[in-house]
C-alpha cells in the first residue's frame, strides 16, 4: 500500500462500554498527517457521550456542536498554540458519520454523512481528506456517502501534541473525553488519501501488516 498503514487487528473486537473504555497511542507524532484516510468497521450499541472537536466549544457539525468519537489525534481543546489544536477526528453525530480536523490557526473544517448507520449491525466506515484539493470524502461500506469541497490549500494542524486514541478523543495530557460505545476493529490511519477504489476494494480484507 502506499504511505503507512496503523492498522488494530484485536483478533475479534473491542467491545467499548459508551463511558471509560478507550484506546490511546499517545502523542504518537508518527501519526501526524496533513493528508489521511480513517477507517473501521464499527457497531453502534447505544448513544454513548459527545465531546466537542474545537477549543471554542463547537465542531461546526450540521446541527450539533459535539460528535461521538471513533477514532482521533485531538479534540477541543484551545486555539493556542498551534500544537493543541486537533489533527484529525471521525466519529458519529448521531448514527451519522461525521469527521473534522482543525487547521494550525484554529479554524475548523468538518462534515457530516447523509446515511444514518444502523445500530447493532458492523458497518464499515471511512473518511478521507486530501490538503492541496481540500475535499472531504465520507464511506459507508464502502460507497461514496458524503463529500465537501472547502477550498485549496487547507493543511491539518499536524504539528498537534493532542494524544491519538480509539473509542474516544484526547487533549495535549491525555485526557479523554467523549466516547463510542459498542465494538470497534480494524482501525486504519493511512498518511494518504485512499481512493474510492481502493477503499471499496479493500475494506472487506483483514490487513496483516
Known sequence: STGFNQSIVYGSNLDFNGSTDYVTFGAAPGLAVTNFTL???????GAGVTTTTSGTGGGGFVGATSA???VSKGRG???????????YFMGLVGNKLAADFE??????HSVIGNTTIPSNTWTHVAASYESVTAVWN???????DQTLDIGSNIIPANTSIQHAGVGSA???T??????FEGKIDEVRIWNV???????????GSELSS
Open 138 to 144: 465520507l464511506y459507508i461500506n464502502g460507497v461514496l
Open 39 to 45: 477507517e473501521a468497521w464499527i457497531m453502534i450499541e
Open 170 to 172: 484526547l487533549n495535549s
Open 103 to 108: 487547521e494550525g490557526s484554529g479554524p475548523n
Open 174 to 179: 491525555g485526557i479523554a473525553a467523549g466516547f
Open 77 to 87: 481543546e484551545g486555539e493556542s498554540p498551534a500544537n493543541i489544536n486537533m489533527n
Open 68 to 70: 461521538v468519537p471513533i
Open 193 to 203: 488519501e485512499r481512493t474510492s477504489t481502493e477503499i471499496l476494494a479493500n475494506y
